[in-house]
């Protein structure tokens, strides 16, 4: 194998061909596809603009990013478990007005936020039981992503974000009121928050339907 590491190019195309199926992929898998690799490589191809850096260890090739649908499946990538949710769930599923958001996703991971070519990742820590709630939503590529359902992303907000307790607070997330009034599961939201097992998440909940006359 170490012939492949006598020529540059050579070095690249071979490189390429493992990897590229991967997506983003990380320095164990690097090691694990191209045992051989000289490390000095990467730097060179990440400073040519064959690879991008997305996070400490973790790559993806550039011509990845040619496909807008590329940033979704980064998102799952880059921390795992993951899935989007929050501000960008609710904006995907036009529970809020359309803009430009943060790739904001819930792991079982520790918080962290990345920015790199692609855009800025956020993530944001549940509990191991509370991660539940997404489905993977196919993309043109074959590929798919994990993205929460629209009652879960609503849920993971305000458990979140415990700010929005008050009906006041609560009309500035400018949920989409058509939405919320004919669209929303509210057998799956209270389904969902019987798992919380929270009686201050309920009553945010209870605060939100009653804003805007939904209820139980």
């Known amino acids: 194998m170490q012939r492949f590491w006598n020529d540059e190019h050579m070095n690249y195309l071979f490189f390429r061909t493992k990897l590229l199926p991967l997506g983003c992929f990380n320095i164990d898998q690097i090691e694990e596809f191209v045992p051989d690799y000289d490390r000095n490589s990467i730097t060179r191809w990440v400073k040519k603009g064959y690879l991008m850096k997305l996070r400490r260890g973790q790559y993806a090739f550039r011509e990845s990013a040619q496909d807008a649908d590329f940033a979704l499946i980064v998102a799952g990538q880059m921390v795992s478990p993951s899935y989007l949710s929050l501000q960008y769930a609710l904006s995907y599923h036009n529970m809020i007005p359309q803009q430009e958001t943060p790739f904001t996703s819930v792991t079982t991971q520790k918080p962290a936020v990345y920015e790199n070519a692609l855009g ?29 359902t629209p009652e879960k992303a609503l849920l993971d907000t305000l458990y979140l974000h415990p700010d929005y307790a008050t009906e006041e607070v609560v009309d500035e997330l400018q949920l989409n009121e058509e939405f919320m ?28 339907l009653k804003h805007y006359n939904i209820g139980r």
């Open 120 to 148: 800025m990742y956020s993530y944001r820590s549940i509990a191991q039981h509370l991660y539940f709630g997404y489905q993977p939503h196919a993309l043109s590529n074959g590929r798919s992503f994990m993205l929460a």
């Open 181 to 208: 009034v004919n669209q929303l599961d509210e057998n799956r939201l209270f389904e969902y928050l019987a798992r919380w097992k929270s009686p201050a998440l309920s009553t945010r909940v209870r605060t939100l």
